[in-house]
Every structure is written in C-alpha cells, then in structure tokens.
C-alpha cells in the first residue's frame, strides 16, 4: 500500500516553455501532497504543500508564478514549471500524506528535469 | 540555518557489521524522527520512525536511538549487507509545523562485500 508515482520519470525542454510534472496517489487518498527539489548531493528541500481543493503553501524563496500548483483530487497533485530556465533543472519529487495528522509521508519515484 | 544536520557524508562498512548512521537536530520543537533510505534517481523509501517520547525503536535488522538531550538520534542497522548501499536521510518534524519534514543532507553508506 501507499504507492505514490510520478510523471514523466524524466523530461528534457527548451528554455522559456513549461513543463507539468504529475503526483498521483495510487491506492490511498491523499489529504496533503508534498513538492520537494533535490540539487545533487544535496538535501530535499521542500518547494510548497499542496491540500486538495485549496491553495498551494509556497516556502520562503520558492517562485509561486513560476511554480504552479494544483491539487484538484484527492489522488493527483501538478507541478508546473513556467518559463523554465536551465537553472531549474533539478530532480522533483513529490510525497503525499494519507491522514490529516499523519507525520509519514509516501514518496513518488521523482522526475528529472533537465532544461536546455 | 540548518536544523538537521547529518555530519558524515559517507560511510563504508564490510559486509555483516553493524552500520551506525548519525543525525543532530537543533529544533526542540521537533517531536518525531524519521530515516529514509534514497537510491539515485528515486524518490526515499520510508524505513523507520520514531516519536520523542521514546529513546529506541526497532524494527528486524533496523533500530533508531534517540538521545533527546543531546538532540542526536541514530540509526543501526545489524547485520549490514550490500543491498543496503544507499543514501539515508534522517528527516524530523512537528506538529506545529504542520508535520512538514525537514531533512539533513544524507549520509552515503557502502556496504562493502
């Protein structure tokens, strides 16, 4: 139980054009989902929360205009990229939580975005 | 300001030794602990937890000790064998941050056969 996917597993785009990255929960419902960014080597940092039906929580730094989210079900949650720029280029991963007070959280396999 | 902090970016073990992984914290406010195992290219696979108002938390070959005083938990695994050659991140939240996790750096363990 608790599968979570991604896709696309990975994608390559031209700078300027957006890309949307999908978050399905797979066999749960998921009240929350999370976004986070992966540099290499480096620690996940979170991106921004996402609760079904509302408006995404974006954390200090992280570009709402440029990072839009949309979690329109209880199973799927989007990342969009806009405008990319190959400084966005970076392993996504998105996690979702099933329970409202739930500490654990389900990670997807992550999308490598690679803009050229 | 870094809040979790896992200090050693890598460890090498042999083959049916124990690994200990370690993890400091500098947020009292945190209350649960968690450790994530990461292969390249993949998302981190939970594998174990555990609440503060515990020290020890075991689970087969796994077990977290968490040293509240001195904000430092750790992870053992015994016997280690190479398929857990992984990245492992220690993770920490609370409920009043809405139970987002904050995650150290990572710590590459090698398990050598």
């Known amino acids: 139980g608790a599968v979570v996917s991604q896709h696309p597993s990975w994608v390559i785009c031209k700078s300027g054009t957006s890309v949307k990255i999908e978050c399905r929960s797979l066999?749960?419902?998921?009240?929350?989902m999370f976004w986070y960014r992966q540099f290499p080597k480096q620690s996940l940092m979170l991106m921004a929360t996402?609760?079904?039906?509302?408006?995404?929580?974006?954390e200090q730094g992280v570009e709402k205009d440029k990072f839009l989210i949309n979690h329109a079900s209880l199973t799927l949650s989007t990342l969009t990229v806009t405008s990319a720029h190959p400084e966005d280029s970076s392993f996504y991963i998105c996690?979702?939580?099933?329970?409202?007070?739930?500490?654990?959280?389900?990670f997807g396999p992550g999308t490598r975005l690679t803009v050229t | 300001d870094q809040q979790v902090k896992q200090n050693s970016p890598s460890l090498s073990v042999q083959e049916g030794r124990i690994s200990i992984l370690n993890c400091d914290y500098t947020?009292?406010?945190?209350?649960?602990f968690l450790w994530y195992k990461k292969y390249p290219a993949e998302g981190p696979t939970f594998l174990i937890s555990?609440?503060?108002?515990?020290d020890k938390n075991e689970d087969g070959r796994f077990t977290v000790f968490l040293n509240k005083s001195a904000k430092h938990l750790s992870l053992h695994i015994v016997p280690s064998q190479p398929g857990d050659s992984a990245v492992y991140f220690c993770?920490?939240?609370?409920?009043?941050?809405?139970?987002?996790?904050?995650f150290g750096k990572g710590t590459l363990l090698t398990v050598n056969p």
């Open positions: 555990i609440s503060s108002i515990k």
């Open positions: 996402s609760n079904e039906g509302s408006k995404a929580t974006y």
């Open positions: 066999d749960f419902q998921a009240t929350t």
């Open positions: 996690s979702a939580r099933g329970a409202p007070q739930s500490y654990e959280q389900y």
């Open positions: 947020n009292s406010m945190f209350d649960y």
């Open positions: 993770a920490a939240s609370s409920r009043g941050s809405n139970y987002k996790l904050t």
